[in-house]
């Protein structure tokens, strides 16, 4: 297994706030999103099935609802939030830098 390294996966205008945009890096599917009070970056794909996190709606408290079987994940930590969700998704260090998003993966 290789050392995380930072990865430059898209300009900082391309994430909108309240909006998901997915990235492949280190071959790895990432989810990146703009909250109010930064960027974040997790897995893309579920932990419950293979679903995208990049199809689904990010809520007011800072989720993300699954768009396959509606299960929600707290962006920021990963947590998974309710059923039918058994398993937390894991998240990335993200910088902003040179106006371009890196992410730790
Ligand atoms: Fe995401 Fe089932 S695949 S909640």
């Not at 898209?10 to 492949?24: M, Q």
């Not at 099935?49 to 199809?55: F, H, I, Q, Y």
């Not at 707290?74 to 990335?92: F, K, M, N, Y």
Request: hydrophobic share 40%; aromatic share 6%.
């Amino acid at each position: 297994m290789t050392a995380p390294a930072w990865h430059d996966v898209a300009a900082d205008t391309d994430v909108t706030e309240g909006d998901v945009i997915g990235r492949i890096a280190a071959d790895r599917q990432l989810a990146i999103y703009r909250l109010s009070d930064g960027v974040y970056a997790t897995d893309a794909i579920c932990t419950h099935g293979n679903a995208s996190l990049c199809g689904g709606f990010i809520e007011d408290d800072g989720s993300i609802e699954c768009p396959l079987h509606q299960g929600r994940f707290d962006i920021r930590s990963g947590r998974a939030l309710c059923e039918p969700l058994e398993q937390d998704l894991a998240v990335h260090p993200v910088r902003v830098q040179g106006g371009r998003v890196w992410v730790l993966v």
